[in-house]
């Protein structure tokens, strides 16, 4: 049996995984963050125990914890790097909980361990070179090359969120204009709404979707006006469309995988989303001489973290 | 021995590389492209016997032929995909070659091939991972992981210089706007000198270096004039150097390597080039917990892609 555990900036999930990727029993807590990290660690440690209880099992039975979080992961000495969510930086997040149980801890970014689930039981499951791409209040990557995680020489690659695609009205929270995520994020969606209904006094449907509040728009709600065919929606949708295309044509013209998957709250504009983008990056390929990789939606969903984290290994 | 082809735009340079990477003998000839393909292979192939009749040779002691090429490279099939300054779609370039001699041929992009050697015996010689990027009329790129070629499932990628990057006054040859090659190559500084003289009617020096002719612009008297304190000269250099940390940050938040290479043309800037890009990049680090890979010149020349060339395999 093997614990993944999906450590997110609202909530904690964790399960125990069997060797079939079979979700055997699961729990969620707060992550309550902004405490010292040893108190979410404490807590992560109480929530293992309590699950392995639950579910009549002991210790001994897990093969490997394995935790995927937002942010850079030095899975070589189980320190967490740096996570802006959690505020952490060289946090000993995996050594803590070894040291605990005395079990083999991985610790590996979010979105990477996403990107693992989805090539060993989602959509990307018949191919050996894939990216993921998840794609809610920010953008994270995740690298499988050969069948295998590519996090780079110092744990911080696959951050294609922080590609710079562009200028920008807002700068990102890494500090850098121009980010991928400040463009074709659920965020960057909402940001630019704001600022062309209060900035630049544009009429839509869309405040009156997020009844007359700027700060109750949300992602769905412009895709809705969009399909309606309001004109501010189309104009937020496009753009969008637009920097997440090329964002892809980046990964086209410097990984060249053999797929693409999307995955995050924004995913749920579905084959809607995939078409428009098909559409848009088939336009903007380097050369119709090859058939570039497919764009297709994640599969598995939540689950995909705590899945994909439970069978991290050396 | 082992025969290493640098195939350019202009000129074709073949040599004698030893297993330990010493050219015996090497020899240049005009591309003289435009012609049809057959004629140029066919020159190749003159060009491979006279070298290994000149050596006192045989063609049975060569055990390989590697060619770089300007553009995509399908190595499993031995055909050229793609090269724009080649005009050339889908040639049966290392196919020819391997029927006439005989031999294994091995076909690869030519900044790959020239980021190999490099990785084998030039700057980034002891590392595992590491991007060569070279600048001159176009960028390219070349990417090593795990001291292998790496180009993608397609053979498209590593085209670093097509990552869009900004919108741009021109469209790049690809037909996007924003590629990289399009703000930071040789090609680009002069095309933004020339803009900015004759549209914005900017005073300065570079135009008296050029001996007032426009298309005697190149990268060498923009960055005179820079050194010198010509405006017009400091804000190109500024420009290209801003858009060419944008690159080397994309590519650390991507692929993360241990080390980047800068070859070609625009290198010979030389130090000063480094260490502008090493404080423009390091105010753009995503997190200032890792040491990201170093920034260093390129080491073989000229010779990077005939070295290269020779040591590719299968």
């Not at 992560?44 to 039975?61: A, K, P, T």
């Not at 399909?227 to 920097?243: A, S």
């Not at 924004?266 to 559409?279: C, F, H, M, N, P």
């Amino acid at each position: 049996m093997l614990v993944g555990i999906d450590l997110g900036g609202t909530s904690i999930k964790a399960g125990l995984v069997d060797r079939e990727g079979r979700i055997l029993i699961q729990s969620f807590i707060d992550t309550k963050v902004g405490r010292d990290y040893r108190l979410i660690i404490k807590d992560m440690i109480d929530q293992i125990e309590r699950l392995v209880w639950d579910y009549g099992s002991c210790i001994d039975d897990i093969e490997s914890i394995g935790i995927g979080a937002p942010g850079l992961m030095n899975y070589k000495s189980g320190y967490a790097i740096y996570c802006t969510n959690l505020f952490w930086n060289n946090v000993p997040l995996g050594v803590i909980i070894e040291e605990h149980f005395k079990r083999p801890v991985y610790i590996e970014n979010d979105a990477t361990v996403a990107g693992l689930a989805e090539s060993l039981f989602g959509s990307t499951r018949n191919v050996s070179n894939s990216v993921f791409l998840t794609i809610g209040t920010g953008i994270g990557g995740g690298i499988i090359i050969n069948n295998k995680i590519y996090s780079g020489s110092h744990f911080a690659g696959s951050e294609i969120g922080h590609m710079i695609v562009g200028d920008n009205f807002y700068r990102c929270n890494c500090g850098n204009n121009g980010c991928l995520e400040t463009f074709a994020s659920a965020t960057a969606m909402k940001k630019y709404a704001v600022e062309r209904l209060e900035k630049d006094k544009i009429k839509s449907n869309i405040l009156d979707k997020a009844e007359g509040k700027t700060d109750k728009i949300n992602a769905k709600i412009i895709f809705d006006a969009a399909k309606e065919g309001d004109l501010l929606g189309t104009e937020i949708v496009d753009r969008m469309i637009k920097y997440l295309s090329i964002g892809i044509i980046n990964v086209y013209n410097v990984l060249d995988p053999d797929m693409i998957a999307i995955g995050g709250g924004v995913s749920k504009a579905g084959d809607y989303l995939i078409e428009r983008l098909k559409t848009e990056v088939g336009e903007r390929i380097y050369t119709p001489n090859i058939k570039y990789g497919d764009i297709v939606l994640a599969q598995l969903g939540n689950e995909a973290g705590m899945l994909g984290a439970a069978f991290l290994e050396k």
